[in-house]
């Protein structure tokens, strides 16, 4: 090879370089879409970059969304599904399952990843939910099982007995992977240092808004969870409504840490379901 080719050569392989680094340093050098097809963590399950929350203020069998009846609701996450949103976020404690189990009728099931949370600590209560909560949904099977709001920081070792149950459903193939979403930076911790923990739910906004802890403490933490090949899905993304007039932020934010694998977001119409779709793809 010539000496100006061998040169042309290297300092083009040197670009391609640089240009991988900084799209690496900075996750918004690329394109992002509500739609996009993401992989969470190890699990194999592959859905959309944007789930649809069920759960905005949801507590006691009620949410926002549910507000909207089990028709609007299952309209909503069905239209959805029309814009390529694949991820459907509920809970018991949200009263949403009907909602989420009407929508699930006019969609294809495996092309669904539906994720649920359950506030039992009792293997016996838990393990009759998972009947149960198949039941309401109408599925035979839930994409991801959660153990919901943990705030004890020695969890793992406290709850030992659920976390056995959700590993026998996921043997038996009733789940297909289990996690737990923290309430608490001592409870995310915990969750981090679990290898039992294969899916976490984390607040997570620029401000520090109903979260864990502050932003500077709770991202390494994420971090640490994905170079563990956890799948970190985000939540609180707008402060649970505080961060409603600063959307696009927030979710650049939320796009900019490069850690997170999807996250979720509540809306409450279809006006801002489209605006939602909208930002992410601007950002």
Known sequence: MRRRDFLRTSAQALLASWITAQ??????????????????????????RLAMGTGTYGFG?????TQM????????????????????????????????AQALKSVQRDK????????????????????????ELGTDYIDIYLIHCVTEGDWTTRYRGIMDVLEEAK????????????HSFEA????????????DLARIN???SH?????????????????????????????????????DEAIKYALSLGILDAFTIGAESRQEQQDLIRRIGAA
């Not at 069998?61 to 969304?65: A, D, K, L, P």
């Not at 669904?112 to 393990?127: A, H, I, L, Q």
Request: hydrophobic fraction near 35%; aromatic fraction near 6%.
């Open 112 to 135: 669904v990843c539906v994720m649920t949370k359950d506030d039992s600590r009792d293997p016996k209560t838990m393990r009759a939910n998972l009947d149960k909560f198949r039941k």
């Open 188 to 199: 995310l911790q915990a969750a981090a240092a679990s290898p039992w923990v294969e899916v």
């Open 206 to 208: 620029p401000i520090g």
């Open 69 to 100: 009846g089990v028709q609007g609701l299952a309209s909503l996450l069905d239209a959805g599904y029309d814009n390529g949103l694949r991820f459907f976020d509920t809970a018991a404690g949200y009263g949403s399952h009907p909602h989420v």
């Open 61 to 65: 069998g009620r949410s926002q969304q």
């Open 23 to 48: 799209a690496f340093a900075n996750p918004l050098s690329r394109k992002y879409a509500a739609s996009d097809t993401v992989t969470l963590g190890k699990t194999g399950i592959t859905t959309s």
């Open 211 to 247: 979260m864990d802890s502050s932003p500077d403490e709770v991202v390494p933490v994420l971090r640490q969870m994905k170079l563990q090949g956890k799948a970190v899905i985000g939540m609180k993304i707008l402060g649970q409504g505080d961060l409603r007039t600063r959307q």
């Open 171 to 182: 043997q038996k193939k009733i789940i297909r992977a289990h996690g737990v979403s923290c």
